[in-house]
């Protein structure tokens, strides 16, 4: 948010370098149940980031402190490989991911029917594979995919994607570039049922009408990508069917 | 954190008062609790506050030391923000390294003070390429009750607003102030049942499903956001919070500006 550059991130025909218009979100491509061990599991692409997601639970919850009588807990781990990024990224846990964990936890809290399952830790593991601009949305929209992979009830999926600000336009899904050189990033994620915002955060420089107009794009979309998991675990149940259908005959 | 448990009766309490739309401590819904603060309090640290809001109360220090730029930004100073919940502040705080809420409580006022340019980097060059300003802010909760967020925002404000560089320490002339450029100033709005309520103390935030944080720069844009706790914001909501956002700021800038 903070760099400066001379490299033009809008043309003065409305288009970005990736060669998308302002209210167009990068390709996606969403597919659920690729591990073999994990109870429900997903891999994303947008873009150039890849992000892979395993859910593993509800199990017993360990460290058992943690455990709440009432309901279980949700753990997520957002981890970023250490070949994500262009420089190599120091392996472990920062402050960075800390955050995304703690606020991607806190979204999906909201989802899953944590009151089924008391003193149980239902653990979401979130790996970066390569990223490029928008890697908690994706991995946000990729666990609840994986937790709807597990059988894990919940009352709705949550789709997420950002809206932000470059070369004082107005954009949808910031590109790597756009996140370095641009004038704001605000990643949203919501329940698509409901339209209630569960997981927001904004650094950058909008004005209230700048930030509305992003906000109607992002809402838009993120009803999209939506359409889009609920494709992915239509898919995903139809090969189970054919499988199982196979092995009878 | 969490292992504090309300009382019923006092959860029921809060939810009638709310019901009428008041509050425990009288206030209004959009009205933070008063600000005192002090500045230049600790005369090892380069700036300084000791800052109330209400019956919460932190310290904010700075310290500024020579440092070597980061290799994409050469001739650029370095802000880092660190945040503590000790054991002191409240009966819940644990010693040890921070945790998650300090890490997010940390990042957040980092984000309202980096995003908003409130620090002009720039002026922080001492050699390009080879030494810079490193302006460390740490903050520590010393009485919790309720909205750290917002007391951490303003001490840190105060403090680098009255912090000076010490050039004179490293044979540099003489001392200036930082280069500041505007101030960022959150507001922090938490939600219970359909009600949204600025400033929330400690009760207010335990029975509250979720927490927005907004920050504003001097001309009323918005700087930095945050959305915290388990619970959901509407639209509706998001719209309220904003718009008191920009309200409430230019009220807390009049008294700390």
Request: hydrophobic content about 35%; charged content about 25%.
């Given at each position: 948010m903070s760099g400066?550059?001379?490299?033009?991130?809008?043309?003065?025909?409305g288009?970005r370098?990736?060669?998308?218009?302002?209210?167009e979100k990068?390709?996606?491509?969403?597919?659920?149940?690729v591990?073999?061990?994990?109870?429900?599991?997903?891999?994303?692409?947008i873009?150039k980031?890849k992000?892979l997601c395993?859910?593993?639970?509800?199990r017993?919850?360990r460290?058992r402190?943690l455990?709440?009588p009432?309901?279980?807990?949700?753990?997520?781990?957002?981890?970023m490989?250490t070949?994500?990024v262009?420089?190599?990224k120091?392996?472990?846990?920062?402050?960075?991911s800390?955050e995304i964990?703690k606020?991607i936890?806190?979204a999906l809290s909201n989802?899953?029917?944590v009151e089924?399952f008391p003193?149980?830790?239902i653990?979401?593991?979130?790996?970066?594979l390569?990223a490029?601009?928008g890697?908690?949305?994706?991995?946000l929209t990729a666990?609840s995919?994986a937790l709807?992979?597990?059988?894990?009830?919940?009352?709705d999926?949550?789709?997420?994607?950002?809206?932000?600000?470059?070369?004082?336009?107005v954009?949808?899904?910031?590109n790597?570039e756009e996140d370095n050189?641009?004038?704001?990033d605000?990643p949203?994620?919501i329940?698509?049922?409901t339209?209630?915002i569960?997981?927001?955060?904004?650094?950058?420089?909008m004005?209230r009408?700048?930030?509305d107009?992003?906000l109607?794009?992002?809402f838009g979309?993120?009803?999209?990508?939506?359409?889009?998991?609920?494709a992915?675990?239509?898919?995903r149940?139809?090969?189970?069917e054919?499988?199982e259908g196979?092995?009878?005959e | 954190?969490?292992?504090?448990?309300?009382s019923?009766?006092?959860?029921?309490?809060?939810?009638?008062l709310?019901?009428?739309?008041?509050?425990?401590?009288?206030?209004?819904?959009?009205?933070?609790?008063?600000?005192t603060?002090?500045?230049?309090?600790?005369e090892?640290a380069?700036?300084?506050?000791?800052l109330r809001l209400g019956?919460?109360?932190?310290?904010a220090?700075?310290?500024?030391i020579?440092g070597?730029?980061?290799?994409?930004a050469?001739?650029?100073?370095?802000i880092t923000?660190g945040?503590?919940?000790?054991p002191m502040?409240h009966?819940?705080?644990?010693?040890?390294?921070?945790?998650e809420?300090a890490?997010?409580?940390a990042r957040?006022v980092?984000?309202?003070?980096?995003e908003s340019?409130?620090?002009d980097v720039k002026?922080?060059c001492?050699?390009?390429?080879?030494?810079?300003w490193m302006?460390?802010?740490?903050?520590y909760?010393?009485?919790?009750?309720?909205?750290l967020?917002?007391?951490?925002?303003?001490?840190?404000?105060?403090?680098l607003k009255?912090?000076?560089?010490?050039n004179?320490?490293?044979g540099?002339?003489?001392d200036?102030?930082?280069p500041?450029?505007?101030?960022p100033?959150?507001?922090?709005e938490a939600?219970?049942g359909?009600?949204l309520?600025?400033?929330?103390?400690?009760?207010?935030?335990?029975?509250?499903?979720?927490?927005?944080?907004?920050?504003t720069?001097d001309?009323?844009?918005?700087?930095?956001?945050?959305?915290?706790?388990?619970?959901?914001i509407?639209?509706?909501?998001?719209?309220?919070?904003?718009?008191?956002a920009?309200?409430?700021?230019?009220?807390?800038r009049?008294?700390?500006?």
């Amino acid at each position: 948010m903070s760099g400066h550059t001379d490299m033009t991130l809008v043309n003065d025909e409305g288009i970005r370098i990736d060669g998308r218009r302002c209210d167009e979100k990068r390709p996606i491509k969403i597919e659920a149940g690729v591990l073999k061990n994990a109870d429900g599991s997903c891999y994303l692409e947008i873009g150039k980031n890849k992000v892979l997601c395993a859910v593993y639970g509800p199990r017993e919850c360990r460290p058992r402190h943690l455990q709440d009588p009432t309901k279980a807990i949700i753990q997520c781990k957002y981890n970023m490989e250490t070949y994500s990024v262009s420089d190599r990224k120091r392996p472990g846990t920062d402050r960075r991911s800390v955050e995304i964990s703690k606020l991607i936890s806190e979204a999906l809290s909201n989802v899953v029917q944590v009151e089924l399952f008391p003193r149980a830790s239902i653990d979401v593991y979130i790996e970066i594979l390569q990223a490029n601009a928008g890697t908690r949305c994706a991995g946000l929209t990729a666990a609840s995919v994986a937790l709807a992979d597990a059988g894990i009830p919940m009352r709705d999926l949550i789709p997420a994607i950002a809206c932000g600000k470059a070369d004082n336009h107005v954009v949808l899904d910031l590109n790597k570039e756009e996140d370095n050189f641009g004038q704001a990033d605000v990643p949203l994620a919501i329940v698509p049922s409901t339209d209630e915002i569960v997981l927001l955060q904004m650094d950058g420089n909008m004005t209230r009408e700048e930030l509305d107009h992003g906000l109607d794009m992002a809402f838009g979309a993120a009803h999209e990508v939506y359409d889009m998991q609920k494709a992915a675990l239509k898919k995903r149940y139809s090969e189970i069917e054919k499988k199982e259908g196979a092995t009878d005959e | 954190m969490s292992d504090y448990i309300m009382s019923q009766i006092k959860r029921d309490h809060l939810l009638n008062l709310l019901a009428d739309g008041r509050r425990a401590d009288s206030r209004r819904l959009d009205e933070p609790r008063k600000i005192t603060f002090e500045t230049g309090v600790i005369e090892s640290a380069d700036g300084s506050c000791h800052l109330r809001l209400g019956d919460t109360e932190g310290m904010a220090g700075i310290k500024i030391i020579p440092g070597t730029p980061y290799m994409d930004a050469p001739a650029d100073g370095v802000i880092t923000t660190g945040a503590e919940l000790i054991p002191m502040a409240h009966p819940t705080f644990e010693s040890g390294p921070p945790d998650e809420n300090a890490i997010e409580l940390a990042r957040v006022v980092d984000r309202g003070i980096r995003e908003s340019g409130m620090i002009d980097v720039k002026k922080l060059c001492i050699k390009e390429g080879e030494q810079i300003w490193m302006v460390y802010i740490d903050i520590y909760a010393l009485n919790w009750d309720g909205n750290l967020f917002d007391a951490a925002n303003y001490a840190a404000v105060c403090a680098l607003k009255t912090a000076m560089v010490p050039n004179k320490q490293y044979g540099f002339g003489d001392d200036m102030p930082l280069p500041i450029t505007c101030l960022p100033i959150s507001v922090t709005e938490a939600k219970i049942g359909n009600d949204l309520i600025v400033d929330p103390n400690f009760d207010e935030e335990a029975i509250s499903s979720a927490r927005m944080t907004v920050t504003t720069d001097d001309n009323g844009n918005f700087r930095a956001m945050q959305k915290g706790g388990k619970g959901s914001i509407t639209r509706g909501d998001l719209s309220l919070c904003l718009d008191r956002a920009v309200e409430i700021g230019k009220q807390i800038r009049t008294i700390i500006g």
